[in-house]
């Protein structure tokens, strides 16, 4: 892995020799997987030779996809050392969430504002996929109908600068998120949370889409300070 010697856990599989050179958005894909799972560690060292062998890779690529993660906040660059995996504490983790909060409820507040019919029946499905998740006992469903959600909210909202900083924000405390929702029982706990952040845009009330927002983001940044007390 494109990490130096003394950091070289968890190491994703080789790619062999003669495979096709990955694209730099498919590379940055990898990376960031292998980072909010836990494969990359925080500090650990990101070399871009040892980056261009492990993946089929080429420099160039390798280059741009570190370039486009540091945007993100997920690795940073350190003077005459390269690119490292962004150590991210857990005391940071909840004030980004918080700030996310803050700017998350202002895009439920507009999305309230601005739902159309069709927009409506969108936010109920995924809500109803949601909770089916919850019964059947999917965790991964349940993910990609947060993430759905979430990033639908944000688009109807039509709030571009939120937007932009909401992704920046989200990528940098990534790993504490990916651990919470490993947590057994929190998607039964988080979802009436969703549902009723669902129920205040679809209803077009703005300050229950936001209220309903805000506490749920609340809830995220105590379970995330909570789980990293307890661990």
Known sequence: ???STEASRGRPDRQSSGALRVTAAELGRRLRDAIVSGQLVPNQRLIEADLAEEYGASRGNVRIALTELSSEGLIERVQN??????AVSADEAVEITEVRGALESLCASKAAERVSATEIEQLREIGRRMSKAVEHNDREAYSAGNKELHALIIQISGQQVAAETIKRLRG???RYQYRLAQKPGRP???LPQHLAIIEGIC????NAAANAMQAHLNSVAVEIKATETSA
Do not use: H, I, L, W
């Open 1 to 3: 892995m494109g990490v």
């Open 203 to 206: 209803s077009r009330d703005a």
């Open 81 to 86: 050392r390269g690119a490292r995996v962004r």
């Open 172 to 174: 940098q405390a990534v």
């Open 188 to 190: 039964a706990e988080s």
